[in-house]
């Protein structure tokens, strides 16, 4: 069972039944239906998944009333060991067996550690962090820790994020989770919405675009750098209608039940600079990254200490930036770790876009003095246009080594656009390459006109949805039935899955 299944769809349908039937009981129909949901779309042995959901259930739920029962350096002590406990199942069935086969190539070592090597568990690395998050929470007495066991393993492995997120705050979810929902029509209709653009998104529109990104990348070296940079920008259009379609059907399956989760895109492509565009990317893992990791270390005492140390010897404004930067570099370190125990996603997801934000960062300076010199400091669409384009281009520099499977494989397509920069190849043929039709290029074209005009409503604080509604109801249910009529015969069903559910 997937989310893009009728048997995801007769799941739904059965649980929001019984949500709304027992009323008194909604809580745990909701964590039945979790655990049912978690364990049938996991390829990992049932009793040893059985055994990880009670153990992270056990190591939260207890860890979190040690913590608030305890003090000082004894509390901080209680959190790193729980802390300790959750990493670990994370270090063992995620990074262990990478790891293990980096040092052994590095060292030339012989070894068989194929034992290492776990069926992949689903959506490991986001409800441990949620569950870290709450930890950290309770340590700061920002609440009290739940006694309830049963809230706790919901607010873990509550079905609609439990794939691939977005990362929630205990709190937040304990609060809807504690209401009795009733049903609503308009939290009826919002979802049907929401998860009808996160399939259209899916498979009208990225599943094309994926077919020229693994063409092209499969054969790169059939291809020029005009043809590379292309497919990387097709890549950028996948991977966002990708998971932003996957968080419309995760947020509007969750609309169901009356519960909202927290978004997680906001028009990223919008953008007019890298920092800006990370923080309307994944914008629930930035965060927590930000609340949990880089503040606590930017106000640590060593890090005070170094700050008033480089102040004394550098002066006040490098004694600033110094913590500010190390700080950074912890952030990206662990957002890098988080991708995955392989170099290239490390590169790209960490060591470009760090190097990025502090380079940055240190030229500002002369960029403001420069735009001050002349006209080019002036806001007008132009200047917005270069900054979008040239935000995406950046990041399009991340995307080579996720798109090339390799850190090798992404230098050699590197060196491979230097050396062909340009061949001309017919349109009509590339298209045949890539296996699309004139019709399949007319529904991308479409559809990526649609989704800059429902981003842009995003960007200025509004959305598709809310226009709609302005509208009279003839037009609403047309719009809808066109959206379900290009699903229907135009979507890409049983291609691939979802590509963050890697992570």
Known sequence: MNLVSLDFMF???????????????????????????????????????????????????????LIEKSHGKMRRLVLALAIAALAAVLVALKYAYNLCSLFLELFRVGGDIGWLQFAPVIGLSY??????????????????????????????????????????????????????????????????RRMLWGYFKKLVISERFGMIVSTVYGSYGDYSAIGIIGATL?????????????????????????????????????????????????????????????????????M?????????????????????YLSMLVLWFLIGVWHGGTGYYFIAS??????????????????????????????????????????????????????????????????????????????ASAFEAFGLTVSDLLVMVLGVVVLIIADFLQYNGSSVTEKLDEQNGWFCCLAIYLEVFAILFYGMVGTSSFIYFQF
């Open 234 to 302: 097709a890549y950028a259009v996948q991977l966002y209608t990708d998971f932003s379609g996957c968080m419309d059907i995760v947020l509007g399956a969750s609309e169901l039940f009356g519960i909202r989760l927290p978004e997680n895109f906001n028009a990223p492509f919008f953008s007019r600079s890298v920092q800006e565009f990370w923080q309307r990317w994944h914008i629930t893992l930035g965060l927590w990254f930000k609340d949990y990791v880089m503040y606590p270390v930017q106000i640590s005492k060593p």
């Open 127 to 192: 409800f441990v962090l949620s569950a870290i998050g709450y930890l950290i929470e309770v340590s700061w007495e920002s609440y009290g820790a739940e006694r309830n066991i049963f809230t706790v393993a919901l607010f873990i492995y509550y079905f609609p994020q439990v794939i691939s997120g977005p990362v929630t705050r205990f709190q937040e979810m304990k609060s809807q989770f504690d209401k009795r929902m009733p049903l609503r029509y308009e939290n009826i209709m919002y979802g049907i």
């Open 350 to 427: 960490a060591v470009i876009p760090c190097f990025i934000l502090i380079a940055s960062d240190l030229v500002q300076p002369l960029l403001t003095k420069w735009q001050g010199a002349g006209r080019t400091g002036k806001e007008c669409f132009s200047r917005r246009l270069f900054q979008s384009v040239r935000t995406l281009l950046l990041i399009c520099i991340c995307w080579v080594f996720v798109c090339s499977n390799g850190t090798m494989a992404a230098l050699s397509v590197f060196r491979h656009m230097v050396e062909t920069p340009v061949a001309y190849t017919p349109l």
């Open 304 to 324: 005070v200490k170094l700050g008033k140390r480089c102040k004394k010897k550098f002066g006040k404004k490098t004694g600033k930036k110094m913590p500010f």
């Open 11 to 65: 799941f739904l349908t059965a649980a929001a039944i019984l949500f709304y039937v027992f009323q008194g009981m909604q809580k745990y129909i909701l964590l039945f239906a979790s655990l049912f949901f978690y364990i049938s779309i996991s390829a990992a042995s049932k009793p040893k998944l059985v055994m990880l959901i009670c153990y992270v259930v056990f190591v939260t739920y207890v860890g979190a009333v």
